[in-house]
């Protein structure tokens, strides 16, 4: 039987927090019930505390100015993106100023910018040249059509043997859109060109991207750097990228059963075994 913790509880137990954003604070109908009165108690007591999230469709400053829209007052600085992996990904992998295919809005091209690389228009000349494709968000693209010109310069590209790099920030598939409404995200659009391509080319080594949000460890290693301690708990929703990320990453993990994940749950799977449930904001 897993255990239940209170915010409380979590605030005497640990040093800091790790908040996921979708399904834990937010949804797309706005706050989450208690998320804003926890903030405020976590910036009344300089509790610290760090919004680690998979978006890489807007930059810390846009996403703060989005939810302090939404009654949430977190500062750009407490806000890890997946979006803000990209500059060392780059930097590690020798991508710096290589010229890239981005979908996403603009900020998931000021990512790939912030990285050092060229972000190109979606033309046929110049994603002839491009040397990596970057999946930043589902939206706001007309989805169908980009999604086609995508696969078109994937297989371009192997037909011409020399396959793009294929990068993904955000690896989640679905996301709570609220009131018991889901949708698509990143992740999914991912899978769809990698299941085209083994399908199109079974002889080629399978065409993967490259995932760095949760549950891979380099956001993980971003908030450690910030936190100076590793006596932290992942708050998360979704058992595959928030509760799997922290326990492989050696941190605790708990279970937001108000997001994604059904309340009723049936979990034997070490690996994506919350330490500790939590059923509501409420202090």
Known sequence: MLQEVTVSELLERYDGLLLDAYGVLIDAQGALPGAREVIDHLNGRGFPYWVVTNDASRLPDTASARYADLGLRIPADRIITAGSLLTPYFARCGLRGATCAVIGPPDSAAYVRQAGATVVDWTDAAVSRVDALVIGDEEPVDFLPRMNDALSLVFSRLDAGSPVRLILPNPDLIYPAGRGRFGFTAGSMALWIEAAAAQRYPELPIQAFVRLGKPYPAIFEAAVDRAQTR?????????????????????????????????????????????????????
């Open 231 to 283: 006596n932290l708990a992942m708050v998360g929703d979704q058992l595959e990228t928030d509760i799997r990320g922290a326990r492989a990453f050696g941190i605790d993990a708990v279970l937001a059963t108000f997001g994604l994940t059904r309340d009723a749950l049936d979990v034997t799977a070490p690996d994506v075994m919350p330490d500790f449930l939590l059923r509501a904001w409420a202090l």
